[in-house]
Structures are given as C-alpha cells and as structure tokens.
C-alpha cells in the first residue's frame, strides 16, 4: 500500500509587502486598529458585505491578531492598502481560500468610503493579482459579489474576471438575504491580458 503524498506546507506570508505608483500594501499591525474600525463600522461601506458593521474596537483588535497567525502559517494573504503619500490606511485587499492542490484563491477587498472613485482598489487589486498568479503560482481566482453591488462588479469586470454564476439566496447578513454573482480569473487569461496590454487601463 502506497504511502499518500504529504500537502506541501504553504509558506508564510508573513513578510509579504507590495509596492504600486501610489500604494503600499503590507501586511497589518496594532496601530491600524482605529483605521480599521472606521472603515468596518461604516455602514454603506459594508453594505455589501458578509458581516454587519462592526460595533467595537476589540473586533479591530481580534482580526489583527488572526491577520498574525494567518498570514504566519500561509492560511491567507491580508494586505492593508496604505497610501504612499501621507501614509493613511485606505483599505484592505485579501487572498483567502487557498487550495494548494488546486491553486485556487478567492480575492476579497475594502475601500474606506472617503477614497472611493480614486482608482486606488483597482491599482491594489493588480498588485495583488499578480502576485497571486506569479509569486504564489495560483492557477485560479475567484470572487463572490452581490449583485447590487454594480461598482465591485465593474472592477472585476475591468480586470478581466468573468461572471460565471448567479447563486440566489446564498448569503443571510442579520435579516436581508441575498445573492451572489461568482467571478472567475484565469493566470492564462491575466497573462494574455497583460501581453496585449488591456491590463494597464
């Protein structure tokens, strides 16, 4: 009888910072705990999310010391989105759901309200693409949106994802139910994307 081959240990994502024309994005730390709960206690940024709002600062304090862990063991990749130029803390950017064997992720991201329409997710969001696809060697990734949330879908839309699927009632936040759109990117897709140059807009 064969012995099974053993899961690879992921490796640690713990050091893992990227660099855009304007952003930072790096993993998290104590002092981002304000910058956090301002922007998951606003209730039109989350919305769309798969929580409430957050209530109080020890939620903050609880996703760092997760983040810590995590991103120590490979479970995940959870950057914060700093802005270069004055060094504020503008949002997150998340690759969760890892499947080694399958190389798959699933991306998930947050913008605080006040920099919304700045093109800022969009930059982080190939950063952090191609990093998946390059240093992480991920075949797949997807997304899952709400489909009112128009604005996310456009972005996905915009690099290059495809809309594969509309699950009804999947997600119950509180006492509103609601759908999901999935989205699916290929490496081979991002990769053609970027040769023809579509993946610079």
């Known amino acids: 009888m064969s012995t099974p081959t053993p899961t690879p240990t992921p490796p640690s994502n713990a050091a893992v910072e990227l660099h855009t024309e304007r952003l930072r ?8 705990a304000p910058a956090l709960l ?20 020890d939620q903050a304090h609880a996703m760092i010391e997760r983040d810590r862990s ?13 802005r270069r130029e ?18 798959r992720a699933e991306v998930g991201y947050v913008l605080a309200r006040p920099a919304w329409g700045r093109g800022h997710m969009n930059e982080a969001l190939r950063a952090l693409l191609h990093h998946g696809f390059t ?8 997304a899952d949106i709400d489909p009112r949330n128009r604005g996310s879908a456009a972005s996905l839309e ?11 009632e999947r997600w119950i936040v509180g006492d509103e139910v609601s759908d999901s759109w999935l989205y699916g990117l290929l490496r081979r897709e991002w990769e053609a994307m ?8």
Do not use: Q
């Open 135 to 142: 240093a992480m060697n991920l075949n797949r990734i997807e």
């Open 25 to 32: 994005l790096r993993p998290v730390h104590d002092g981002d």
């Open 70 to 82: 995590a991103m120590a063991s490979g479970e995940h990749l959870r950057l914060a989105i700093e």
């Open 194 to 201: 970027k040769m023809s140059g579509s993946g610079d807009r």
């Open 38 to 57: 301002a922007i998951f206690s606003d209730p039109e940024t989350m919305r769309y999310w798969s929580a409430p709002p957050w209530t109080s600062i």
């Open 158 to 168: 915009r690099l290059g994802f495809t809309r594969e699927g509309h699950l009804r």
């Open 86 to 103: 004055d060094g504020a803390l503008i949002g997150l950017c998340t690759l969760f759901h890892l499947n080694a064997a399958c190389r």
